[in-house]
């Protein structure tokens, strides 16, 4: 990929870096490796187009990276990874109205629908809840005059770019949480494999049967 125009490879680094900020469990680099090696595949198909045009069609190449990486997270974690857009909707929706705090969905899929949905967001607000507090008092005000009392700040002032970077933020919370439950579950899992490749014997089966007992009670809508 030695001869790729630095006009394309500035385009597929533009795309890469907003779709990181807008998906915070991709790196950078590697949604813009992506992007280049699918345009390096494809590359006759886009010599049409000048460089400057393909910044949308590297937001949809890099989006398709994110979407699959945030699927095998939530597959191996059956934890939810939170987008800056998702919280917004939460808090938008749901997270100041009571009825939404009742609402827990069936399965973790459910919570795919918590930017559309806030009629199955309860466990998304219990998160929230949990990080809330955990940001600066400057910060959760602006979240609150935003979404509690409806005061939002105008398009391009300093009030709207502070409610944006409290959102980035709690984001990024929330997915520390995540990724922290996330690790500790595989860890789990982990250790249930190598415990269930052993022979079966007394001694290890009070044990399987302790984690299986602990597995149901901690899968999402349990």
């Given amino acids: 990929m030695t001869g790729i125009n630095p006009d394309i490879i500035d385009a597929a680094r533009r795309a890469a870096i907003k779709l990181a900020r807008e998906n915070p469990y991709c790196e950078a680099d590697d949604i813009e490796q992506f992007i280049l ?11 049409t187009y000048e ?13 398709e990276h994110c979407k699959a990486e945030r ?12 987008t800056p857009r998702e919280v917004r ?7 100041y109205n009571e009825e939404s705090r ?6 973790a899929d459910d919570l795919i629908r918590v930017a559309h949905d806030p009629r ?27 979404y509690l009392h409806g005061q939002k700040p105008t398009h391009g002032s300093a009030g709207q770019k502070r409610l944006q970077r409290a959102i980035e933020r709690l984001t990024e919370r929330l997915n520390t949480k995540v990724d922290i439950r996330g690790k500790e579950r595989a860890q789990e899992q982990n250790k249930a494999r190598v415990i269930k490749a052993r022979p079966a014997d007394a001694t290890h089966e009070g ?4 984690y299986a007992s602990y597995l149901t009670n901690r899968r999402v809508g349990a």
């Fill in 37 to 47: 090696l699918k345009y390096w595949e494809s590359r006759d198909r886009f010599t």
């Fill in 51 to 63: 460089p400057a045009a393909l910044y949308s069609i590297f937001r949809n190449i890099g989006l």
């Fill in 71 to 82: 699927l095998h997270y939530t597959y191996n974690t059956a934890e939810w990874i939170y």
């Fill in 89 to 95: 909707n939460i808090l938008e929706h749901a997270y």
């Fill in 102 to 107: 009742e609402v827990i969905p069936n399965r």
């Fill in 120 to 146: 199955s967001v309860a466990i998304s607000i219990w998160d929230i809840d949990e990080a809330f507090h955990s940001l600066s008092d400057t910060y959760q005000a602006a979240i609150e005059h935003a």
């Fill in 207 to 210: 044990s399987r049967g302790d």
